[in-house]
Each structure stands twice: as structure tokens, then as C-alpha cells.
């Protein structure tokens, strides 16, 4: 049971039937994979479609994901410009994005754009996802690669967008985000809470109905 997929498979339950959705590059695009029986959900991408389904057949030309990856369309999808795109997302129309994370911390502050001295690409429509969207999740590996933490008591990185982040779930725990900061909700398969503390650097509540995440898209 890889990390990524006990991270896709526990943020695709809180997709809901209908939503709108927007799905950052990386372990965000593994989510539709695991989308409970009879949830069906419309995947927007800032780069100018709604509509975006699993890859069938031979990538076409310019159908791909904001990351540049090919991928599908769903029947009743519609491709527009940046303008509308991004009208959407200002506008209030999408539900909930899922986007990967540098660093997060205690006050649902968001890094995920740059490493300073690093080559950037491009943030995409980040900034204006985290802002716009109606409920925002971090999907994102617990740790580091060299196992330092990502969830902080205050960012270091450069910030996306501050007090902004609805929830973060990694391969080790679920944190929902209130006005006093963050409350840890579930463990992940394996995981204590004593690991947890250990690999969090921010100051964190309990939940009284602290619980094991359930997984039923991995379970066979």
C-alpha cells in the first residue's frame, strides 16, 4: 500500500455527487481512481475545459491535464479560453481543489509553487484555486524526502495563498483546519499517533473521535 495511493484514495471520499472539481498535478490526479460507487463529479482544469476523463485510446493533440499530461474527455465536456477558466475559479464555481504541498502550516497557510534558487516552471493557477474554490485539500507525503517535516508551525517557503487550506491529508493523517488551528481526525494504516507527533513540526489538537482512516478502495 503505496503512499500516494492511501493519499488519493482517502481524499476521494470527500468528493461528493456533482461537485465541480479541480485537481492539482501529481497525487491529485490519482483521486478519480477512487471515487466511491455512484459519484460522479465534474473535473475542471484551469488550462481551459471542464469535463477532463481518463485517457482512452491515443493522446489528441492539446487534450492534456495542467500538468501537460494527456488525458480524456467525458461526454458534455466544453473547452473554452484562460479567461473563462479562470472566471470559473474567481467566480466561485468550483466546489473543492486538491493540490500537492511543499509546506503547510498551523494556520492553513499554503507553500507549493517555488523553492528558492530552483527552476519554476510555473504556479499554474494555484494562487487563484486556493482563493477561489469553495473548500481546498493538501494532498501531499507526510515528510520530506530527507524526512524533515512539511506541516509546520509557520511556512518557510514562499506562500501560495495564506489561511486558506480547508484540510491536509497525507499517508499518515488526516487534519482538518478550524479558527484555533489544526485538529488531527484520523491516523493512517499503521500509523500512531505517536508517529504522527513525530513527523509534525506544528502544534496540533486531537479529536476526541480520533480515528484509523477506512479505505475501502484499497482493501481488495
Known amino acids: 500500500m503505496d503512499a500516494k495511493s492511501v493519499i488519493a484514495c482517502r481524499v476521494a471520499q470527500e468528493l461528493h455527487d456533482g461537485d465541480v472539481v479541480n485537481l492539482g498535478i501529481g497525487t491529485p490526479t490519482l483521486v478519480p481512481r477512487y471515487l466511491p460507487p455512484g459519484v460522479q463529479v465534474t473535473l475542471q482544469s484551469e488550462n481551459g475545459f471542464v469535463g477532463m476523463g481518463p485517457l482512452q485510446g491515443e493522446p489528441q493533440p492539446g487534450v492534456v491535464n495542467a500538468g501537460g499530461q494527456p488525458c480524456g474527455l467525458v461526454p458534455g465536456a466544453a473547452f473554452f479560453d484562460s479567461a473563462m477558466s479562470f472566471m470559473l475559479i474567481r467566480g466561485g464555481h468550483v466546489d473543492l481543489t486538491v493540490l500537492g ?90 500509523v500512531s499517533e505517536d508517529d504522527v507527533r513525530r513527523g509534525t513540526a506544528a502544534a496540533y489538537r486531537t479529536s476526541p473521535t480520533l480515528r484509523q482512516m477506512v479505505l475501502p478502495g484499497l482493501a481488495a
Not at 135 to 149: D, L, S, Y
Request: net charge negative; glycine share 14%; proline share 6%.
Open 101 to 190: 504541498g511543499l509546506e503547510v502550516d498551523r494556520q492553513g497557510n499554503l507553500a507549493n509553487w517555488m523553492v528558492p534558487g530552483k527552476m519554476v516552471p510555473g504556479m499554474g493557477g494555484a494562487m487563484d484555486l486556493v482563493t477561489g474554490a469553495k473548500r481546498v485539500i493538501v494532498a501531499m507525503e507526510h515528510c520530506t524526502r530527507n524526512g524533515g517535516p512539511k506541516i509546520l508551525e509557520r511556512c518557510q517557503l514562499p506562500l501560495t495563498a495564506c489561511n486558506c487550506v480547508d484540510m491536509i491529508v497525507t499517508e499518515m493523517a488526516v487534519f482538518r483546519r478550524d479558527d484555533d488551528g489544526l485538529v488531527l481526525e484520523e491516523l493512517g494504516p499503521g
